[in-house]
């Protein structure tokens, strides 16, 4: 090894690196490789997480608004660490409208103050404008009118339970 002006050993015009450093280098390279490899294992899995997103909803048939809102909570419920904070959902539920949908929903989200844009009350100003108002009342006319008479008990309770669901007896005080 060369010796500078003052005595001590210099590394000038050497070309060879120490040991302990090639160590650290080659663990280096080794940590960064390990954390692509890691990083990429994630990104694959939120990708697959997220392919598996409700169909897009556009208002073109309302009666397809409950079991896309069903699908949705179903999505959020599965995936919400995935998808990430309140805001972050509602941003989500947005993304998944289309056309008309998007349209009558537009100015809602915009008025609307961020802190509010939850998915909670995202479903609620979407029921207000997608659920099919005429739907549940023929239901619960149904319900008001019908009797069993003659029909099977099984027959009419399965019927009595559709209707229930239809008249939307989830939004039903006890």
């Known amino acids: 090894m060369p010796i500078d002006n003052a005595g001590e050993p210099s ?3 050497t070309t060879e690196v120490p040991p302990w450093l090639q160590m650290i280098l080659k ?3 080794q940590q960064m490789a390990d954390m692509h490899v890691s990083q990429q294992r994630q990104y694959e899995e939120i990708q697959c997480q997220l392919s598996h997103a409700p169909a897009y909803f556009n208002a073109s048939d309302l009666a397809l608004y409950p079991s896309w809102r069903l699908d949705m909570l179903a999505k959020l419920n599965i995936d919400r660490d995935t ?11 947005n993304s998944q409208l ?11 989200i915009k008025a609307c103050e961020p802190a509010l844009r ?9 029921d207000v404008l997608f659920k099919n108002t005429a739907a549940q009342q023929k239901a619960l006319d149904w319900l008001q009118s019908t009797r069993q008479r003659n029909t099977p008990l099984m027959t009419f309770i399965s019927d009595f339970d559709t209707k229930i669901l239809e008249a939307g ?6």
């Open 11 to 13: 590394m000038a015009g």
């Open 27 to 29: 663990l280096q390279q």
């Open 83 to 93: 998808i990430g904070s309140l805001i972050n959902q509602g941003w989500y539920i």
């Open 98 to 108: 289309r056309d008309r949908a998007k349209q009558k929903f537009h100015p809602w």
């Open 118 to 126: 939850t998915p909670d009350n995202i479903i609620k100003h979407l």
């Open 169 to 174: 007896d989830q939004w039903w005080e006890n």
